[in-house]
């Protein structure tokens, strides 16, 4: 059997076992219907506000450092849907410290699966899928594109889609990087409370703010990079230079998650030791 042959049945052996678990953990959730509607329908109400607030500003302001009230609202829900898709597929990355100070990620090391398979795989961090983001983040998308007149073609098409890959990855890996912090922290829920802090800044364009903030969330913690920098190339106000900045980016933030990650499990000591 030739080593590309072993490498497609592997691909194909962790697929199936991922939608194992994606099938289980979706059933747990759905185990309390009425649970999981209300615990959505609160946060569709907690999303609203974000554009409520919006729509209060530009009831007093025709425009906010020449973003339109459109432009603003199809930002947010950019990041609406990057943190949908991460809720639904990488929010375990969260439970890293948690697994770490109850001893369950030993459990990970021992199983006959891939530590990082299992990270993502196994279980749910929250107690819901993102049904949510996902409704608020492409009705805010759908109903903004269509007055911007964003898409014309395959050519956006699919700019839109590389964006939106890059953002997912860009927002993974800075929360990802600092759960494994954990690793030498235990508790590392400080950095991920930096995070969901900078998270607030990114909902408006950050041209509103000191030029040292967006420094920090442009390159120190590229957090701008789930929303801001994508909607700029779609709205046409930068140049190529932008997609080179991101793509750049993006392989920065996936050496330093592989270097991480590699240094975190070698310094990892059980919870019984």
Known sequence: MSYTRK????????????????????????????DFLAINLASVLALLVGVFNIEIIFSQVDAMKMWSKEEVLWCLGFF????????????????ISYWIQNGKFDLFILKPLNTFFQLLSTGRYNAEY????????????????????????????????????????????????????SFWFIKSNMFIMLIENLERLIEYPIDIYHVIVQVVIST?????????????????KSSNIILIYISGICIVLGVINVLVWKRGMKAYQSAGA
């Open 220 to 236: 120190v913690i590229p957090i701008a990079l789930a929303n801001y920098y994508p909607t700029v190339c779609m709205l046409g």
């Open 80 to 95: 609406y849907l990057v943190r949908a898709i991460y809720n639904t597929f990488f929010i375990n990355t969260l439970s």
């Open 7 to 34: 490498m497609i049945e592997k691909v194909r052996w962790y697929l199936d076992c991922y939608r194992m678990y994606f099938k289980i953990n979706l059933l747990t959730v759905l185990e309390y219907k009425l």
């Open 130 to 181: 993102p049904l949510d983001e996902y409704l608020v983040g492409i009705f805010l998308l759908i109903r903004t594109s269509h007055k911007l007149h964003m898409f014309h073609g395959w050519r956006s098409i699919l700019l839109f889609v590389f964006l939106l890959v890059t953002a997912v990855f860009a927002y993974f890996s800075i929360i990802f990087i600092m759960s494994t912090l």
